[in-house]
Nanobody, 125 residues
Framework: QVQLVESGGGLVQAGGALRLSCAAS????????MAWFRQAPGKEREFVVF????????HYTDSVKGRFTISRDNAKNTVYLQMNSLKPEDTAVYYC??????????????????WGQGTQVTVSS
């Protein structure tokens, strides 16, 4: 059973930066396609970014392009989300997600089989 544990959330001022981490266990990490989603209060959980098995394919939602960077370290079974130039509208609970299978970019939450518990990111104006 895949387990995902996020860390790195917190409170930051607008324009600041945070780095989220997601540590995976229970499966061969390099076989997992990983993603980050986020859910703001009163809103649906939305796709943020995807990374393929080896990290060569990434796909970002438009609102974070140029500000967020996803990466993974398969030796450490960890995926990272570097978030720069944060805005108040980035405030949300951020979830790490994983799926087994195709490395074609996937943005729908339904295709991801495994989820972390989430980490809160709050950006003050």
């Amino acid at each position: 059973q895949v387990q995902l544990v996020e860390s790195g959330g917190g409170l930051v001022q607008a324009g600041g930066a945070l780095r989220l981490s997601c540590a995976a266990s229970g499966f061969t990490f390099s076989n997992l396609v990983m993603a980050w989603f986020r859910q703001a209060p009163g809103k649906e959980r939305e796709f943020v970014v995807f990374i393929s098995w080896g990290g060569s394919i990434t796909h970002y939602t438009d609102s974070v392009k140029g500000r967020f960077t996803i990466s993974r370290d398969n030796a450490k079974n960890t995926v990272y989300l570097q978030m720069n130039s944060l805005k108040p509208e980035d405030t949300a609970v951020y979830y790490c997600a994983a799926k087994i299978g195709s490395s074609t970019p996937a943005t729908k939450r339904e295709v991801y089989q495994y989820w972390g518990q989430g980490t809160q990111v709050t950006v003050s104006s």
